[in-house]
C-alpha cells in the first residue's frame, strides 16, 4: 500500500520545513522529498490517484499528540466512549490521545489498560495511550503496580482529576515511576485551599461562586519540582492555569530541573469574564483564571516554559452541566477545537507555527517517550492542516458524545484537513464535515 | 415609567430608575398593612409560589404575607417535601411548576445563579429571595426602603456593612444598591471576611470597624455565622465580639442620627450588642415591617401593575 501527499509545505519541528513530497509505504512514511529535487521514477505514476492527496496551500505537520484527554470508558460510556472520542480526536487532528485514568473501574490494573488498547485497537485508527492511576483506586494511599501497567501499555501515571495530596506518596511515585520509565502527570491543587467552583477574584466576589485562589494550584507545582528535584526524576505538569505556576515552571527549568508543563486552548483563550453568567460550560477545574493569567500562559507557550497543548478534553452529558452551577460537573471538550484556537496565537502572532506544531506533537511525544516526526522509517502518522479554512464551530456537529463546549458558535480559522495514522486516513474534512 | 421586567434577579440588573419605582410602589402600598382589613384584591385570582430550598423563616413568611396581602394565592414549597430529595432536578421541578400555571415563582436557593437559571429557562416571573452568597436583591431593597423613609434620600449617605461580606448576598446586593442609589458604601471586617475584588463592586474597604462606625449616616450589621469557626475565619465569637463587633463602646461612637440595621437573625452579644440592637438608632423591625410592603411592590410590578395603576 502507497500512499502520497504532494506539494504540501512539510514542517517538522526543528527537522524540516520546505515544500515537499511524502511517499507512504505500508503505514510508514517512505521517503520525504523536496519539490523541485529530481528522482529516477516518479511514483505518482504508478499510484492510483485516490492514493494521493494534493497538499498546495496546506501544512503537512507530524501526526497531533493529545497528552491529556478523557475518554470515559470504561464504566462512564454515556459521556463518551473509545469510539466516540477518538473519531473526535481524528477531527481534530489528532493521531494520538493519552486517556486518563479516572475511569469506572480506574485504570489502575493492567486489566482496564489492556481493556483500554485492544478496544481502541478495534476504533477509526488513532492511537491511544492509556495513562494509568498513581495510587491505587485514585484513593492517594498506595501506589499502582507501575510495572504491570507499563508492560500492559501504559504510558504514564497520573491521578488526574485529583491532587496526590500526600507529599510522601508523590516523592516515592516519581522515583519509582522513574525507575521503570513512565512519566509522571500532576494535577496540581492544594485541597485545603480549593473547594470552590470558580476563580477566586472580582468575578467569584460578584456572582457569588466560591473562588479556588490560584496559590491553590501555584504551592503544588512548587511542591512537585521540589521533589522532583529532590528525586532526580521527571514530572510534568498537567493543565497549568495560572501565572505563578508559569513562574515556578520558568524558574525551574532555568536552574536544570526536569519539569515539563502543558496547558489547554481554554487557559489561553478565556477568562473567568466566560463564568460571569453562570454559564456552567465554562466550568473547570482548575478553573479559567484571570487576563494575566492568560496571557502568562500564552507567554510560556511562547518562551517554552510550557512544553505542550493538551485539551483535557472532559465529556459530560447535558444533564451533568444543566444544574446549578456549584453542582455541574467540571470540565469541557476539546479535541475538535483545540487546533483552530492553537492557530489563532499563531495569527495573532504569539507562536510561530513550528512552535505550535511542536507543542501539539513533538512535545508531547517526547514527554510520553514516543517517536514523533516526518522522516524515512517513522510510522506516518501524518496531520495535514489547511490554515485558512474558516467555519464556525458547532458542539452538536461535533463527533464527541457530549457537547460541553464554551466555544459552541466560535469562529475558528484553520483546522484538520487530513488525519493520518499508520498510513490510513482516518479523517478527511471535505468527506466527513 | 413602565416597568418591562420580568425577574427580579439581582441588584445589578436593575436601573436607579428602577429602584425608585420599586421604593415609591412599595411606600404607596404600605399603608395597606395598617388597616383594619389588610386585604387588597389587587393580584386576585394570581398563584404565587414560593420556593424554598433553603432554611427560612422571615422571608418566606414575608413573601407570603405580602401575598396574601394582595388576595393572590400562594402556594409554599420547602426543600424537604420537594421532589428535590427525591433526585429530581431543579430544571424539572421548576418545569412542573409552571406546568401548573402559576404568575410568580418566588425562590430560595443555595446555589449562587441558581435563580437566573430558572428565569431563563421558565416563562413565569422569577423572584429571587436569595441564592447562595449572591444576591438578596429583596433584602437590598426594603434596606434601601427602610433607609430613605428615615432620611429622605439615599443620595449621599455614608452606608457602612460591618461583618462577613465574603459569605453574604446581603452585603453584595446592599453594596450594589446604595452606591447605585448615589450612596458610598464602606465595608469592614476581619480580612479573612473581605472578598477580593470587592472594590469593584463599588465599595471601600475600611482600616477597622472603628473606622467604619464613625461618620456613618447607616451602619448594617451582618450576622456571624458559628460554623465559619471551623474554617478558620475567626477565632471565637468572644474575640468577634470586641474586635468586630458593634458593642457599647462603638456604639458611643457613632453619629447621632445613624440608623443600626441587621437583615437577621441577630446573634446578641456577638456581631451587635443588645443597647445597639434595642436603642433608639435600631431600625431593624421597621426592616422587617418595610419587607412586606417592599415584597407587595415587587408583586404588583412583575404582575403587570402599571397597567392599571390605582387599582389598590
Known amino acids: ?87 473526535a480526536a481524528a477531527a481534530g487532528g489528532f493521531t494520538s490521545v493519552c486517556c486518563m485514568p479516572n475511569t469506572s473501574p480506574v485504570n489502575d490494573s493492567a486489566s482496564v489498560t489492556r481493556y483500554i488498547i485492544e478496544h481502541a485497537s478495534r476504533c477509526c485508527g488513532v492511537r491511544v495511550y492509556p ?21 500492559a501499555g501504559a504510558v504514564a501515571v497520573s491521578d488526574d482529576g485529583k491532587p496526590v495530596a500526600d507529599s510522601q506518596l508523590m516523592r516515592r511515585a516519581l522515583e519509582y515511576a522513574g525507575g521503570i520509565g513512565l ?38 507545582v512548587m511542591r512537585d519540582i521540589a521533589l522532583s528535584e529532590l528525586t532526580g526524576t521527571p514530572v510534568h505538569i498537567a493543565h497549568v492555569s495560572t501565572r505563578q505556576s508559569v513562574e515556578a ?25 466566560a463564568v460571569k453568567s453562570y454559564d456552567t460550560r465554562a466550568k473547570m477545574n482548575p478553573p479559567l483564571r484571570c487576563e494575566p493569567d492568560r496571557q502568562a500562559v500564552a507567554d510560556g507557550l511562547a518562551d517554552g516554559t510550557i512544553d505542550a497543548i493538551a485539551t483535557d478534553h472532559a465529556p459530560h452529558a447535558q444533564i451533568e452541566k444543566e444544574v446549578e452551577f456549584d453542582l ?26 513550528q512552535q505550535l506544531v511542536a507543542a501539539m506533537s513533538k512535545n508531547p511525544a517526547k514527554i510520553i517517550g514516543k517517536p514523533c516526526g516526518i522522516a524515512p522509517g517513522l510510522a506516518a502518522d501524518i496531520t495535514i492542516i489547511d490554515p485558512s479554512y474558516e467555519y464556525t464551530y458547532r458542539a452538536d456537529k461535533g463527533r464527541s458524545k457530549s457537547r460541553n463546549s464554551p466555544f459552541d458558535g466560535w469562529n475558528l480559522r484553520g483546522c484538520a484537513a487530513y488525519t493520518i495514522a499508520a498510513g490510513e486516513v482516518v479523517y478527511h474534512l471535505s468527506k466527513d464535515s | 415609567m413602565k416597568w418591562t421586567k420580568k425577574d427580579i434577579l439581582d441588584i445589578e440588573s436593575l436601573s436607579a430608575e428602577e429602584i425608585d419605582l420599586i421604593l415609591e410602589t412599595a411606600f ?96 413565569v416571573s422569577v423572584i429571587n429571595a436569595g441564592d447562595g452568597m449572591h444576591a438578596h436583591p429583596t433584602q437590598a431593597l426594603l434596606d434601601m426602603m427602610t433607609v430613605k423613609e428615615a432620611k429622605g434620600t439615599l443620595e449621599g449617605l455614608n ?21 447605585r442609589m448615589g450612596a458610598a458604601v464602606t465595608v469592614a471586617g476581619p480580612a479573612t471576611m473581605i472578598p477580593p475584588g470587592i472594590d469593584h463592586l463599588g465599595a471601600e474597604v475600611a482600616k477597622s470597624v472603628d473606622d467604619a462606625v464613625t461618620g456613618a449616616d447607616v451602619i448594617i450589621m451582618l450576622r456571624i ?88
Do not use: W
Open chain 1, 183 to 220: 512519566a509522571v502527570i500532576s494535577h496540581c491543587e492544594d485541597p485545603g485551599l480549593s473547594g470552590g467552583v470558580i476563580n477566586e477574584g472580582a468575578v467569584s466576589t460578584l456572582t457569588g461562586l466560591s473562588g479556588v485562589p490560584n496559590a491553590a494550584e501555584s504551592v503544588m
Open chain 2, 28 to 123: 404607596g402600598l404600605k399603608e395597606i398593612s395598617r388597616r383594619p382589613i389588610k386585604k387588597v384584591p389587587t393580584l386576585r385570582g394570581k398563584t404565587i409560589v414560593l420556593f424554598f430550598l433553603e432554611p427560612s423563616t422571615r422571608t418566606r413568611i414575608s413573601f407570603d404575607i405580602a401575598a396574601k396581602r394582595l388576595s393572590a394565592d400562594s402556594v409554599a414549597i420547602a426543600a424537604a417535601t420537594s421532589s428535590i430529595v427525591k433526585g429530581e432536578t431543579l430544571l424539572d421541578t421548576a418545569r412542573n411548576l409552571q406546568a401548573m400555571s402559576p404568575d410568580i415563582i418566588v425562590m430560595r436557593h443555595s446555589s449562587a445563579g441558581a435563580a437566573r437559571m430558572l428565569a431563563r429557562s421558565l416563562d
Open chain 1, 249 to 273: 515552571i520558568r524558574a525551574a527549568k532555568a536552574r536544570g530541573a526536569a519539569v515539563t508543563a502543558e496547558t489547554a486552548p481554554h487557559y489561553f483563550t478565556l477568562t473567568d469574564e
Open chain 2, 225 to 312: 455565622q458559628k460554623e465559619r469557626q471551623r474554617r478558620f475565619l475567626f477565632p471565637t465569637e468572644r474575640e468577634y465580639a470586641a474586635q468586630y463587633g458593634l458593642n457599647t463602646a462603638r456604639l458611643a461612637k457613632i453619629k447621632s442620627d445613624a440608623l443600626i440595621m441587621h437583615p437577621g437573625p441577630m446573634n446578641r452579644g456577638v456581631e451587635i450588642c443588645q443597647e445597639a440592637a434595642d436603642g433608639p438608632f435600631s431600625v431593624i423591625l421597621e426592616q422587617v415591617a418595610n419587607g412586606v410592603a417592599l415584597r407587595m411592590a415587587l408583586y404588583y410590578l412583575v404582575s403587570g401593575g402599571m397597567r392599571d395603576a390605582d387599582a389598590y
Open chain 2, 159 to 179: 452606608v457602612s456593612i460591618i461583618g462577613d461580606i465574603a459569605h453574604s448576598r446581603v452585603a453584595r446586593s446592599d453594596i450594589l444598591g446604595f452606591s
Open chain 1, 328 to 353: 455541574a460537573a467540571n470540565g469541557i471538550i476539546g479535541l475538535e477545537t483545540s487546533l483552530g484556537l492553537g492557530l489563532a496565537l499563531v495569527e495573532k502572532g504569539i507562536l510561530s507555527l
Open chain 1, 1 to 87: 500500500m502507497q500512499m502520497l501527499i504532494k506539494g504540501g509545505r512539510v514542517l517538522d519541528p526543528g527537522a524540516f520545513d520546505a515544500a515537499a513530497d511524502i511517499l507512504i509505504e505500508d503505514g510508514r512514511i517512505a521517503e520525504v522529498r523536496k519539490v523541485g529535487e529530481g528522482r529516477a521514477a516518479d511514483p505518482e505514476e504508478s499510484l492510483d490517484s485516490a492514493a494521493v492527496i494534493d497538499a498546495a496551500g496546506l501544512v503537512v505537520v507530524p501526526g497531533l499528540i493529545d497528552m491529556h484527554v478523557h475518554l470515559r470508558e470504561p464504566g462512564q460510556e454515556y459521556k463518551e466512549t473509545i469510539e466516540t472520542g477518538t473519531r
Open chain 1, 131 to 151: 495513562v494509568a492511576a498513581v495510587s491505587a483506586g485514585l484513593c492517594g494511599e498506595q501506589l499502582a503496580e507501575y510495572g504491570e501497567l507499563k508492560d
